[in-house]
């Protein structure tokens, strides 16, 4: 690792939970081309006059409820991240977000500054999955910023690993403690993605979602598809852990807006799970490997309520990888591949 650095890229948060904070990240996420795909002044029409005021002081107070002492649980947690790769690795390791601080040039420059004569630097998306909306974007965005401000040094770039053996066995080993108590059911449950974006990522333009239970039929498309890639993860990691296929099942949660979104949609599958008999549930949340608002909030808190006052009894979600030992060597491991 002679003149290399490492930066892990995650998506970012809001500087604090002000509303104006969390107004100019919702504003910077969502004026994203790839996250809302319309053209720029409609999205900038829907995002500055309808999302972003009416979301801001809602997703502000979902924020307090999950913000920690040192400050947002996904920043904390990718910087512990970053300390506890640095123990592993004598290459310097930044963070750097997609959205908000810091700034990818931010760990460009501090990687420079700890190793001037810097000849690589590799790039960990904290995302498993290709989607248009989270790997693609944070990848795009560390080159854009690596070609224009002329940096000497290669950039490398992880690919997706949501069946990369290292990674699952660290997602797996994160799980099992879960399994030993009694349970119904484990539900994963990733983030979605409008089913636009996937077909519009179907390189093949015949494949996604037009072939009948395309996710399970061989296509080149796979590359890019996210929905194969979290239903391949999720039955890779259930074979892996030995649970018997009618005790999981995945579905896809934070559908924004009206379109037509991946389904089954989470919090429908959380009302309708205590009817059909399964009353102590797991869930684990495989496309975020920090957790965050999405998990901390959305699941943890909305979907542990929805869940019991649809007649769940029990409910458990299961931590992101966060800082896990097997995690962080599963890093090393793509590192090492990678260079
Ligand atoms: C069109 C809207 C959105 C798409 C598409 C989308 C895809 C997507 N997002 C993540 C990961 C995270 N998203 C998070 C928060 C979040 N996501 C959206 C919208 C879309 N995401 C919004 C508006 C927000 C902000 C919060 C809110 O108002 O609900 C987070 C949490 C960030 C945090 O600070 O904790 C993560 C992580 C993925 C992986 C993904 C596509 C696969
Ligand atoms: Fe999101
Ligand atoms: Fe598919």
């Known amino acids: 690792m002679h003149k290399k650095g490492i930066v892990l890229m995650n998506l970012g948060s809001p500087d604090s939970t002000a509303v ?39 997703s502000a107070k979902a924020y307090k ?5 040192e400050g947002s649980p996904l920043i904390v947690l990718t910087q512990q991240l970053q300390a506890a790769l640095q123990h592993a690795v004598t290459a310097p390791v930044t963070i750097a977000m997609r959205y908000g601080n810091p700034h990818p040039k931010k760990a460009y420059d501090e990687l420079l500054a700890k190793v001037p004569e810097l000849e690589e630097v590799i790039v960990v998306p904290l995302y498993p999955h290709y989607a248009m909306s989270s790997y693609e974007t944070a990848v795009e965005y560390a080159k854009e910023i690596h070609a224009q401000e002329n940096y000497a040094f290669k950039l490398t770039i992880l690919p997706p690993y949501y069946k990369h053996e290292s990674y699952l066995d660290a997602l797996a080993s994160s799980i099992q403690p879960y ?13 979605g993605v409008p089913e636009r974006h996937i077909r519009k990522g179907d390189t093949t333009g015949c494949h996604c979602l037009k072939v009948d239970n395309c996710c399970e039929v061989d296509s080149p498309a796979h590359a890019q598809c996210y929905r194969h890639q979290c239903v391949t993860t999720t039955h890779l990691v259930a074979g892996m852990l030995g649970i018997p296929k009618e005790k999981y099942s995945f579905s896809f949660q934070s559908r924004l807006g009206q379109d037509e979104w991946l389904k089954p949609y989470t919090a429908k599958r959380l009302e309708e799970m205590p009817k059909e008999g399964i009353k102590k549930l797991l869930v684990a949340c495989p496309a975020f490997v920090s957790d965050c608002l999405e998990t901390l909030e959305e699941i943890a808190e909305e979907g542990k309520e929805e869940f019991i006052h649809a007649g769940g009894e029990s409910f458990t979600m299961i931590p992101c990888l966060n800082v896990h030992p097997k995690w962080v060597e599963a890093i090393v491991d793509m590192v090492e591949e990678a260079v």
């Open 65 to 69: 409820s999950i913000w920690w002492e």
């Open 20 to 58: 104006k904070d969390v107004r100019r990240y919702l504003n910077e996420f969502l004026m994203d081309e790839r996250v809302i795909d319309i053209p720029k002044l409609l999205r900038f029409l829907l995002v500055r006059g309808i999302i972003s005021p009416f979301r801001a002081p809602k």
């Open 179 to 191: 399994l030993n108590e009694e349970y119904d059911h484990i539900l994963f449950s990733y983030h």
